[in-house]
């Protein structure tokens, strides 16, 4: 599979909000595959911790200043972020509901949580198209806003660009934050 020019760039929802994240924290992007949103973090001075199974995608990140790699199966074994927190967690085209609570319990106060990934209705565009790997109608938003967070933009449904998809995107915050967009 060739990925196109603009499937590397940091995905337009990431970069929107991204300058949201407080400046003196940690970023985790999860499920970080090759890392396009990892190296766009660091451009932006965020210390970036790049988690991903696939030992081959991480390659590109090792010496990547700013960029921590690690090799980790977020779906098996224990839970690699245990008592850890982080300013900003973003995470792109990823669900895997199990660890959704401990992943959430991981964003720090004050935190932001930048999340877009695919939903029902992705089945007829290919894949992903397990119901297991695709959000139902607001569920994000209803997981966030269960703890209090706030909303600072949500969206669900059809996007042509990179490429055609039924998606849910969500950006929220917990506790002030003050960015620096």
Do not use: K
Not at 25 to 34: F, I, M, Q, R
Not at 158 to 176: D, H, S, T, W, Y
Request: some cysteine; proline content about 5%; aromatic content about 8%.
């Amino acid at each position: 599979m060739t990925i196109s020019p603009e499937e590397s760039r940091a995905s337009v929802w990431v970069q929107r909000f991204a300058g949201l994240i407080p400046a003196a924290g940690e970023v985790l992007d999860l499920a970080c595959g090759t890392g396009r949103h990892a190296r766009f973090l660091a451009g932006l001075g965020y210390r970036v911790e790049a988690v991903d199974r696939d030992s081959q995608a991480l390659v590109s990140l090792h010496g990547f200043g700013r960029v921590s790699a690690r090799r980790a199966d977020l779906e098996a074994g224990a839970w690699p972020y245990d008592g850890q927190s982080f300013a900003g967690i973003v995470v792109s085209n990823y669900l895997f509901r199990p660890r959704l609570d401990e992943l959430l319990a991981c964003l720090a106060d004050p935190g932001v949580l930048i999340y877009e990934t695919f939903m029902i209705g992705n089945e007829r565009h290919g894949r992903p198209s397990n119901p297991e790997f695709l959000l139902r109608s607001q569920e994000l938003l209803g997981r966030v806003q269960q703890r209090g967070w706030r909303v600072l933009a949500f969206e669900e449904g059809e996007i042509e660009r990179p490429r055609p998809a039924i998606v849910q995107r969500l950006c929220a915050a917990r506790g002030a934050i003050a960015g620096r967009l």
